[in-house]
């Protein structure tokens, strides 16, 4: 960001001229909003087609239950909360648990348990999963894919007996070695560490995890809404204008000026920043151009529970080789019980379900069952479809999206963010952090451990 980026934050003070328009209020443009407002914006107008504030972080409070979609879990260490301190209090103090259920129908730690998926499974699997690594690393030299980026770290065997081979098709939406190589090196790290001999010898012997440093931390029981109301409230204390559940229409540029068109009025600004979507950017701007990138659409299923869940984790991921879904929240772990009953949330891409609410509900009620899990009163509370909930990576994505984001930036629009950037972001914690890159200038960025 040049010099002069503060300077072009200062426009007209008249009713409908903003100094910045951000489109979007999820973290990104709240983050976005409040990097401006430190900058020297006086007015800045947040838009957002969604009614309600946070993007993709969406509750729905059910028969007394409250579950979500989005990112739960924080940290009280995260970056977000130097933009917005007030934001510690509303948070629920929590220590979640991670585990996988096996394609052997059992339950361990996830992502990878060196002791359950290598040392505990006999001398012959420990054999064949060191010369299936010894093989992949001198015979497959060339890595094109996230397939082949797993398999040169732990090997073809080890790829899967574990799961991970299923689990990688499960949250993709498509075979792992359709998956950009960029994707895998950007996001599957953990794979190439947990491959380090040091790591290796750990798991042969019994050993006290450290556990993290930070404290973890969840949305409030109430939901999403009460958590970004109180971001929100500051951001209009110091000046910002939040327009939800607007529509917005088109976007033209005039003699350095933007109109910012929505339904039945007409916003302008010297700057706009994008966080929503870049096909539907560029499409307001009139830019025809379709980089053809892809999105996962996200199936929610809401479930409660009365019996003996078969399993202590709070966090269950599917690594089984059948099975639509890709992973359920415990939230009864978080915030306690209603009516002596447990409710969690169930993750399924939608396209492995035929794009089918039922078939999803069916396929997870007889896959828990023929893995003896959830045995009791199981019921369906409600469900929901999320569109664009996160971006597919394949045939070679990033060199679209660097082409997407000339055309916009050409045009004058700032995009970037989960969705403004087609970069998959895991934590508010990335997100923060991304929105600090683009907005603050150099030097001046707020970081994070």
Request: glycine fraction near 10%; proline fraction near 4%.
């Given at each position: 960001m040049s ?8 426009g007209?003070?008249d ?15 709240l983050?976005?909003?409040?990097i ?23 509750d ?19 970056p ?5 301190p ?8 929590i220590?979640?648990?991670w ?10 730690s ?18 064949r999963?060191?010369l ?14 996230a ?9 073809d ?7 991970l081979e299923s689990?990688?098709r499960r949250?993709?939406?498509?075979p ?9 090196e ?29 404290r ?8 999403y809404?009460?958590?970004y ?8 204390g ?9 529509q917005?229409?088109?976007i033209t540029?005039s ?8 339904n039945?009025?007409?916003?302008t ?14 499409a ?25 869940r078969g ?39 939608a396209?492995?379900a035929g794009?089918?609410?039922?078939i ?6 007889s ?16 469900n929901q479809i999320?569109?664009?909930?996160y971006p ?19 045009f ?8 403004g950037?087609?970069?998959?972001q ?19 960025a707020?970081?994070?451990?």
């Amino acid at each position: 960001m040049s010099e002069t980026s503060v300077e072009i934050c200062r426009g007209d003070l008249d009713q409908d001229v903003f100094d910045a328009v951000i489109l979007g209020a999820g973290i990104t443009g709240l983050v976005s909003a409040s990097i401006l407002q430190d900058l020297g914006c006086r007015k800045i107008a947040v838009v957002d087609e969604f009614e309600k504030l946070g993007g993709n972080h969406i509750d729905r409070a059910i028969n007394g239950y409250t579950f979500d979609i989005g990112s739960l879990i924080f940290q009280d260490d995260s970056p977000l909360l130097k933009h917005f301190p007030e934001l510690l209090e509303h948070y629920v103090p929590i220590k979640p648990t991670w585990g996988k259920l096996t394609p052997q129908g059992g339950v361990t730690s996830y992502p990878l348990s060196i002791k359950d998926d290598i040392f505990g499974s006999g001398l012959w699997v420990v054999l064949r999963v060191g010369l299936s690594v010894a093989v992949s690393r001198l015979l497959r030299r060339r890595i094109e894919n996230a397939r082949d980026f797993a398999r040169y770290w732990i090997g073809d065997f080890l790829l899967k007996r574990s799961g991970l081979e299923s689990y990688m098709r499960r949250f993709f939406g498509i075979p792992a070695e359709n998956v950009d190589l960029q994707f895998a090196e950007k996001r599957m790290l953990w794979i190439k560490e947990h491959a380090t001999p040091k790591v290796l010898f750990r798991g042969m012997r019994r050993h006290r995890s450290a556990g993290p440093k930070n404290r973890q931390l969840a949305r409030p029981r109430e939901g999403y809404n009460a958590l970004y109301a109180v971001a929100a409230e500051k951001l209009r204390g110091r000046g910002a204008t939040f327009m939800l559940g607007q529509q917005i229409k088109s976007i033209t540029k005039s003699d350095g000026r933007f109109d910012v068109v929505l339904n039945g009025s007409r916003i302008t600004a010297s700057r706009v920043i994008s966080t929503i979507p870049i096909n539907r950017a560029l499409a307001l701007c009139s830019l025809n151009m379709d980089p053809h990138l892809s999105s996962v659409t996200l199936i929610s299923l809401y479930f409660s529970f009365s019996g003996n869940r078969g399993f202590d984790y709070s966090i269950l991921y599917n690594f089984a080789h059948d099975g639509a879904w890709k992973r359920l929240t415990m939230y009864s772990d978080f915030y306690g019980r209603v009516e002596d009953r447990e409710y969690f949330g169930v993750e399924v891409i939608a396209s492995h379900a035929g794009d089918d609410l039922a078939i999803a509900e069916e396929d997870f009620r007889s896959h828990v069952t023929k893995n003896k899990l959830f045995a009791g009163d199981l019921v369906c509370e409600g469900n929901q479809i999320v569109p664009c909930a996160y971006p597919i990576y394949t045939g070679q994505a990033h060199l679209r999206v660097a082409e997407a984001l000339m055309h916009l930036r050409n045009f004058g629009i700032e995009s970037f963010g989960r969705q403004g950037g087609f970069d998959y972001q895991p934590t508010a914690r990335v997100s923060t952090q991304n929105a600090e890159a683009h907005l603050m200038p150099a030097g001046g960025a707020r970081t994070g451990n």
